[in-house]
């Protein structure tokens, strides 16, 4: 089964400085893709960045990167410059490539920017 | 363009009353639909999924049961709410590939 890890609760950032947040996963399919969501005060699951397995590349999306790093199962999403505006609720997820395509969650990082 | 909308946007609901939470789809055809549960601060946590009409495939047995009674509709059920069915109530369809899934704005159900 799919599993996906995120070991921080809650991060506190300095507006304008860059953060990391860990994911890691497992998974015995050799084919899945990797995603990360932010969900503000509002609910609403706001789509950031796409990593496949077979990419040899980081995935980037304007201030956000994918460090993708296969070997190790770790996929930790880096926001450059933070803003006021990052502070919401952040969720790695894993989806099957085949079947019902289903999209695992990690429990979620709640960030937070100060300013 | 493809939308998903979902209703009601919040509910309060006795314990011990029914429940029927709807989702329906614009725009795609066949779409694999799913229902998530997510308590407060927690992650996202799959209830149902369906790949098609009448089929219905439940991740976690409990108090709910879930429907789609057309294409694009995929409803959520309870015959007697419990407690512990309050949180914020998910739909989502399976979109594309490479952007995940797309989802609804969600139900934030509070059950007294």
Same mark, same amino acid.
Request: proline share 4%.
């Given at each position: 089964a799919q599993k996906i890890t995120q070991t921080q609760p809650g991060m506190f950032v300095q507006e304008k400085e860059a953060?990391? %947040? !860990?994911?890691? $996963? !497992?998974?015995?399919?050799? @084919? $899945?893709? %990797?995603?990360?969501y932010k969900q503000p005060s509002s609910g609403e699951m706001i789509f950031l960045i796409y990593q496949g397995s077979y990419d040899q590349q980081?995935?980037?999306?304007? *201030? $956000?990167?994918?460090?993708?790093?296969?070997? *190790?199962?770790?996929?930790?999403?880096?926001? @450059?410059? @933070? &803003? %006021?505006? !990052?502070?919401?609720? $952040?969720?790695c997820a894993m989806r099957e490539v085949q079947g019902a395509q289903k999209?695992?969650? #990690? &429990? #979620?990082? *709640? %960030?937070?920017?100060?300013? | 363009s493809q939308t998903i909308h979902q209703w009601p946007a919040t509910l309060v609901q006795p314990v011990g009353s029914p429940l029927s939470l709807e989702c329906t789809v614009e725009g795609t055809s066949n779409p694999n639909l799913y229902w998530y549960r997510q308590a407060a601060g927690r992650g996202l946590q799959l209830l149902f999924y369906s790949v098609g009409i009448g089929q219905i495939s439940s991740e976690v047995p409990q108090n709910l049961s879930a429907s789609r009674p057309q294409d694009r509709q995929f409803i959520l059920s309870s015959k007697k709410l419990l407690l512990s069915d309050s949180g914020f109530y998910l739909c989502a369809w399976s979109g594309d590939r490479y952007y995940g899934y797309t989802f609804g704005s969600g139900t934030r159900l509070t059950v007294v």
């Amino acid at each position: 089964a799919q599993k996906i890890t995120q070991t921080q609760p809650g991060m506190f950032v300095q507006e304008k400085e860059a953060v990391t %947040l !860990d994911c890691t $996963y !497992d998974t015995s399919d050799p @084919s $899945y893709g %990797l995603f990360w969501y932010k969900q503000p005060s509002s609910g609403e699951m706001i789509f950031l960045i796409y990593q496949g397995s077979y990419d040899q590349q980081n995935a980037t999306e304007g *201030r $956000y990167s994918l460090n993708f790093q296969k070997a *190790r199962k770790s996929a930790n999403l880096v926001i @450059s410059a @933070s &803003q %006021l505006g !990052d502070s919401a609720m $952040y969720f790695c997820a894993m989806r099957e490539v085949q079947g019902a395509q289903k999209l695992v969650f #990690g &429990q #979620g990082t *709640r %960030l937070t920017i100060n300013p | 363009s493809q939308t998903i909308h979902q209703w009601p946007a919040t509910l309060v609901q006795p314990v011990g009353s029914p429940l029927s939470l709807e989702c329906t789809v614009e725009g795609t055809s066949n779409p694999n639909l799913y229902w998530y549960r997510q308590a407060a601060g927690r992650g996202l946590q799959l209830l149902f999924y369906s790949v098609g009409i009448g089929q219905i495939s439940s991740e976690v047995p409990q108090n709910l049961s879930a429907s789609r009674p057309q294409d694009r509709q995929f409803i959520l059920s309870s015959k007697k709410l419990l407690l512990s069915d309050s949180g914020f109530y998910l739909c989502a369809w399976s979109g594309d590939r490479y952007y995940g899934y797309t989802f609804g704005s969600g139900t934030r159900l509070t059950v007294v």
